[in-house]
């Protein structure tokens, strides 16, 4: 894309680009740093832009999913954003892989809640060999009881990641975190070619691949778009979005929060350049937008985790199932006994939800 003349409304520039999206076409990285570029007003233009983008290629259908914190701190790591990190002197809960039993319950309980994607999580740069042995048979039994099984487990090898595709899993998370550039920033007990190897790892064993990152942390625009870009040519099947909260103890503590219509943005740019792939937004997002998570879907995401996450709060199912269906949208429903196969939201719930009250 040229330079755009002063003259040219940025309506019609943001219309440009949609329309290479919409056929079939990448947007450049000019391209992408001149929507990063948009503010006041017109970022509703680009808000809306991005819906039409989403409702193009995605549908008006919405992904649901949770985590299970497995394990949680005591991690060798130092991730600066992490809570759970060796320099971390967040109070948080430490403990090791919780049992079968337990992690089934909370199994149960999750697709109860309308879930259909459930990962199990753990700290750590890698899990040991017996966990690995646990995971892979909650795994199975995850499977048994009609959830979609998903795992977080650090840097496993070819060998771990085929076992648990044996086992049933279905898709595996490993986060980019930020651009190769901003990266040494974050952490320094591993390398971005480390996260990289894993990825392609996930990849060859025929895995689904989650990865995203964490916007927030101080990195740039331009360090957004060259992990968007990144993501795109790794051919990422999910992109999680996460906010940064910046939790006391951690390295990140006085980080500023991001201001709401900028994760906004941040969920539009994504869209522009991935605009195939699946979309979540999870860590962060009522603590950043606040009474602006209604504005998740307009602004180009299809995906959401509900519930809590590792070491923070989330969001209540029945909010975010009322929020859904006000939008007439409808969750992505893979078994038939799913407790949202049939979520739909009457005038009377409808009424409650202040973005589709009628004004006075």
Not at 81 to 93: E, G, T
Not at 109 to 129: C, D, F, H, W, Y
Not at 271 to 284: A, D, F, N, P, Q
Request: some cysteine; proline content about 3%; glycine content about 6%.
């Amino acid at each position: 894309m040229t330079t755009v003349p002063p003259f040219v409304k940025i309506s019609a520039v943001i219309k440009t680009i949609e329309e290479k999206v919409l056929n079939g076409e990448h947007i450049s990285r000019e391209d992408a740093l001149y929507l990063a570029g948009i503010d006041g007003t017109e970022l509703f233009d680009l808000f809306a832009s991005a819906n039409r983008i989403r409702n193009h290629f995605r549908g008006n259908t919405v992904g649901i999913c949770s985590i299970i914190n497995a394990k949680s701190g005591a991690c060798t790591e130092d991730c600066s954003f992490c809570a759970q990190s060796l320099k971390s002197k967040a109070k948080i809960d430490v403990y090791p892989l919780l049992s079968k039993e337990k992690i089934i319950q909370k199994a149960r309980e999750a697709k109860e809640s309308g879930t259909e994607r459930l990962s199990i999580v753990t700290s750590g740069k890698k899990i040991t060999e017996i966990d690995l042995l646990m995971i892979a048979d909650m795994v199975s039994e995850i499977r048994k009881i009609r959830l979609t099984p998903c795992a977080s487990l650090g840097m496993l090898d070819e060998k771990g990641l085929t076992m648990l595709k044996s086992a049933g899993l279905d898709r595996y998370h490993h986060n980019l975190e930020t651009s190769e550039r901003f990266f040494p920033s974050v952490c320094s007990t591993h390398s971005y070619a480390d996260k990289l190897n894993t990825i392609e790892i996930v990849k060859s064993v025929g895995l689904s691949l989650c990865s995203g990152g964490i916007f927030g942390m101080g990195e740039t625009w331009e360090d957004r778009i060259d992990m968007a870009f990144l993501l795109r040519k790794l051919d990422v099947d999910s992109v999680p979005i996460n906010f940064l909260i910046p939790i006391s103890g951690t390295a990140l503590e006085h980080r500023d929060f991001l201001h709401p219509l900028e994760a906004l943005k941040i969920i539009s740019l994504f869209r522009y350049i991935l605009s195939h792939k699946e979309i979540r937004v999870c860590g962060g997002r009522m603590q950043i937008l606040g009474e602006f998570n209604s504005m998740v879907f307009l602004a180009g995401a299809d995906s959401l985790m509900i519930g809590n996450y590792l070491t923070t709060s989330g969001r209540n199912y029945e909010a975010d199932s009322r929020l859904i269906a006000a939008y007439g949208l409808t969750p992505r429903v893979k078994y038939p006994d799913s407790p949202l196969q049939n979520v739909k939201i009457s005038r009377s719930q409808r009424s409650k939800d202040p973005v589709f009250r009628k004004k006075t």
